[in-house]
C-alpha cells in the first residue's frame, strides 16, 4: 500500500480533500462518490489494506448483470476519503464537485479474511458482496487481459435477489443521498459506532444516549412521515408526535429518538413497546439532528450549524424536545448520565457532517452496560407448567444465524402471556439453526425468527453467549437480519488539539449550570486546566457540601489560574442566578448590608468553580444564627525557614492538649503549607467566647513545644517559629474548607487526616485532585466528627486545670 501518487497529485493548501484516516473496526467499508470532474464519473472505493483502492467508473454502477462497466483502476486514496464530499477548486487534481452516492461495507463473496481480498486483488480478480443504501448483493471486479490499458477493469453485477432485470442508470438515483431537501424517499440515518470508553476530547460534543425508538420526522407541506431506521411507519403507533409535528411551520427532516419517561424523567424502554395500548410514562421525541430544512440540504453542513437551527423550527411544540449537548467535558458529563440513571453518553464530532446510512466514527456511543438486540428463535416452557421459563436468543454472523444463549429474566407474568401469544403463529418444526445447539435437556419451543427483542448482559462469554441476560423488551424498529454483534472500536490515547473556546451548559441539580474556558491551564506546571478542577469537584462534591451548606462564601477568583492575578469578592448582590441561594449580612465598618453566596448545592459548587474558585472559603457559622460558630479552628502556619515535619510535631503536640482537655478535635492539610485543627463546638458560644477559647488553647501548645511555636501576630516577631494563629476565629473570616483545592503548584487539596497518619514521613503532596478521590472512595470522610460532635468550653477548660 502507498499514498504517495495521491500526495504528489494534490497541494492540501488548496484543495479540501483528507491526508489519512484509521480502520474503525471489524467490517471493511466502501463508497461511491459521484464525481462531476471534467467528465461525470462515479469512484468506487473499497477499504483494503489500509487504504482506500480506487476506481473509476464512467457510467457509474449498474445492477443489471448484463452491463460490463469499465472501471478505470487509479490511485490509492486515505481511509477518511471514505467521507469526503465538497467542491475541489479549479486548478486542483480531479477539480469539480463531488458527493457521496451510496456508503456502506462490503466482504468477500467467497468468504475468509481481508487477506483473501488482496490476493484477489493482486491477481485483478475480486468477488465482493455490497452492503450499502443504493447497491447491494455481490459483484466482480475483473482486470482485463490483453488490453492496452493495464489500469482498466470491469465491474459487474452477479445474478441474486438484489439484481435488476432491465436497464440502470446511476444518474436516476443521483439525489437520493446529499439532496434530501428535495427527494422525499426513505431516508436512512446516519449511525453511531460502540466504543469501550469515555473521553475527554476538544471539538467534540455529547448528548444523552436515550434508551427509545429513533426515528426520522419527514415534513412537507403539513403532511408528516414518521418512521424507524428501517422505514416502518410510526405515524399509528406514535399518532400523539406524529399530529405534534404536523404543528411544524417549515418543511423538515428531523432525525431524534422517541422515549416514554417515568416521573422521574428517566426513560421506561418496555412501554414502548406496547403503546398507544398502554400509555405509560410520558412521550417525547428529543430531536438532535436536522438533515433539510425549507428544501436546502443540510447535511453538508457542520453538526453544530445543523443544531443550532432545531429549536427555532420545534419551538412552542408539544411532546417535541430539543436533545442538549455540552461541549468537551465528557467525562463529567457521562458520569452524571449514569448517576441520573441514563444508559450512557453519545459523543459527536462537533464539524462532523452528516453520512446517511453510514456508521461513523465521527458519533460514538459509550453506554455503562451492556445491552444487545436478539432475534427471539424459540422458547423453553416452565417444568411442569404453561408458563414461559426462557426465550432462546439468536443473531445474524456472516450471513449465518447463530445461537447466542437463553434469556429468563426480566419478563413479568403478564409480559409472559402476551410473548406467548405472539409466539403461536410462528411455531414451526425444526430449529431455524444451521448448526445444533445445546438447552441441556430442556425441550425446546421453535419459532420463525422473526421477532426482536432487547436484552441487557454483563459480558460476552468465550463461547460466543451473553452472559446474565436480562429482557428489556420487543423492538419492532429493526429487521432481522440487521440484528448482528456489535462492533466496537478502542480509542487510542491522545486528547486532540484544544478549543479556542469552549462553552456549554451542565445540567446538575435541575439547572444549567454555565461552563466556559475548560481548556484554559490553571496550572501551568502541571498542564492542569480548569476542566480538571471541575471534574474534581463533581467527583468529591458529596463529601465536601456538608461542610459549605448554609454558610456564607467569601469567594477567592483566579480566572486565569494559579499565575495570573486573584482577587475576592464577597458581595454577590444583583450578579448571579436566581438560583443561587444568598445571604444578606450587615457591616459595621461599611454601615450597610453584603449579599453573601450560599453554596447550597452541587450545581454552585460547579458554578463557582467555572468562576475561578480554585479554594472554597465557609464561614465558621451558619445562617441560622452567623454570631455563633459551631467550630473553631486552630490554623498551624509556618514561616518559610520552618519543615513541614515541624508542623506535624507541633500537630501533635495540640493533639497532646486536646486529649488532656478530653476535646474531640480533627485535623486536615490546609492544603498550602500548613495544618488545620478543627474543634466542633456545642450552641450558643459567641465568636468571642470561640476565639478566647481557642487562644487559651494554643497557649497550653506553646508550653509544649516553645521552640517551635509563636503566639505573635506580627511575622516579624515570631522569628522564624510556627505561628498558632487563633485568630481565624472571628466572624467572616473565612478558612480552606475540606477537600477544597488551593492555588498552590501541585494542585495540592486540603486533606482530612486521621490522627494516626499526623506522624513524620506524612506528605503535603500526596493530596491532589488527582489522588483525592480515590482517597474518598477507599477511606470516606474522615471529617464528619466536626459536624457530629459538641465540645463544652467549659468542660474541656476544667481537665486542662
Known sequence: MSLSAYYKKRNFENTPEPKGGKASGEQLRFVIQRHEATRLHYDLRLEMDGVLKSWAVPKGPSLYPDDKRLAIHTEDHPLDYLFFEGDIPKGNYGAGRMRIWDFGTYESSEGGAEKNLIEGYKSGNLKITLTGQKVNGAFALVRTKGGKEENHWLLIKKKDEFSSDSKYDAEDFQDQISNYGEERGFFKPMLATKTDKIFKRAGWIYELKWDGYRAIADIKNGRVNLYSRNGISFNSKFSLIHRSLGQIEHDAILDGEIVALDENGLPIFQALQNYPAEKEGELRFYVFDMLSLNGHDMTGLPLLDRKSLIQDVIEGIDHIYYCDHLEDMGSVFYEKAIKMGIEGVIAKKADSKYYPGARSEFWLKIKASESQEAIICGFVKIKGGGGLGSLILGMYKEKELVYIGNCGTGFSEAESRELLDLFEPLKREGSPFSGKISLKG????????????????????RSGSLRHPVYKGLRSDKAPKEITKETEIKLKKGKGKPAEESKGNLEIDGVNVPITNLEKIYW?????????????????????????????QNMHRHPNGIKGESFYQKDTAGIFPHWIETV??????????????????????IYMANLGCIEINPWLSKMSDLDQPDMVVIDLDPSDK??????????????EVLDQGKAKGFCKTSGSSGLHIYIPLADGYSYDDARDFTKLLCYHVHELVPKLTSMERAVKKRTDKIYLDFMQNRKGQTLAAPYCVRPVPGARVSAPLNWEEVKPGLKKEDFTIKTMPQRLEKMGDLFRGVLTEKNEIELILDNLG
Not at 454601615?591 to 448545592?601: A, F, R
Not at 520552618?642 to 493533639?655: R, S
Open 442 to 461: 430442556r425441550k425446546a419451543n421453535w419459532l420463525e425468527p422473526k421477532l426482536i427483542c432487547e436484552v441487557g448482559f454483563s459480558e460476552w462469554t
Open 524 to 552: 501551568p506546571d502541571e498542564g492542569y486546566s480548569k476542566y480538571d478542577l471541575i471534574d474534581y469537584y463533581m467527583h468529591v462534591s458529596d463529601f465536601m457540601l456538608p461542610y459549605l451548606i448554609d454558610r456564607p
Open 584 to 605: 444578606k449580612v450587615h457591616s459595621k465598618s461599611k454601615d450597610d448590608y453584603i449579599e453573601y453566596m450560599l453554596c447550597q448545592n452541587e450545581a454552585t459548587l
Open 642 to 655: 520552618n519543615t513541614f515535619q515541624q508542623v506535624i510535631e507541633v500537630a501533635q503536640a495540640t493533639k
